[in-house]
């Protein structure tokens, strides 16, 4: 495994393309939504490993439950299946996502406020359910006005992100933790998430080598 002198505190992850992946492979675009668990283990292994301290992974938004049923089904169960797996590792787990939505899977609703598991090795954060304008309104639900915005929001227990990596080729965060994500840098990769080569990760870890950190200074 490489070695790096400057590793991101937390690396949030977009994993794009399931669907194109699927149509690539003469699926059903709902097919794909399965082979993309096992690339998320791979990257947490590896992340665990090198020592990253925080994980968020793009589930899936209130936008997506826009598409046809069959695929929503599809992505809700890959949630599902992707969290308890992860269940059964070392992370201290924590989704963020609309509960009171019917779209939001039932079966996670015990770790809506973050749940150590095994040795809690590091903070693994998946976005259900999510949209960007539905964490920032929780703001105005929030009695605590004394404390500042950024800590009355849905979100509020995911910390800043230092790198984003993005999978599929598109060059847009898609909502992705407007908050936390202010200051980081972004990655994109041109490869569909189901074809995930650990070399991607590090690849995007060599880049951020040369990236500075001025968070607007």
């Known amino acids: 495994m490489p070695m790096f002198q400057r590793l991101p505190r937390h690396i949030g992850i977009i994993p794009d393309g399931n669907r194109r992946w699927a149509q690539n492979h003469g699926m059903n675009k709902e097919d794909g939504y399965s082979y993309g668990i096992e690339p998320g283990f791979e990257l947490y292994k590896a992340c665990v490993e090198l020592g990253v301290e925080e994980l968020t992974f793009y589930g899936f938004t209130v936008d997506n439950t826009k598409r046809p049923s069959v695929q929503t089904r599809a992505f809700q169960k890959a949630c599902v299946d992707a969290v308890m797996n992860l269940s059964k590792h070392d992370a201290n787990l924590l989704i963020v996502g609309n509960t009171n939505s019917p779209l939001f899977p039932r079966e996670l ?4 406020k973050r749940v150590m598991i095994g040795k809690g090795l590091m903070n693994v954060n998946f976005l259900v359910n999510y949209g960007w304008d539905w964490d920032l309104s929780q703001s105005r639900s929030n009695n605590e006005r004394k404390r500042s915005f950024s800590k009355r929001i849905a979100s509020a227990d995911i910390s800043r992100i ?3 990596i993005r999978w599929g080729g598109r060059q847009r965060l898609s909502g ?6 202010i200051y980081a840098d972004l990655y994109v990769i041109d490869n569909l998430w189901p074809d995930f080569r650990i070399e991607h990760l590090y690849e995007a870890l060599h880049w951020y080598q040369l990236q500075d950190v001025t968070l607007g200074g």
């Open 162 to 164: 230092d790198l984003i």
């Open 109 to 112: 609703l015990p770790y809506t």
């Open 176 to 181: 992705f933790l407007p908050i936390q994500s």
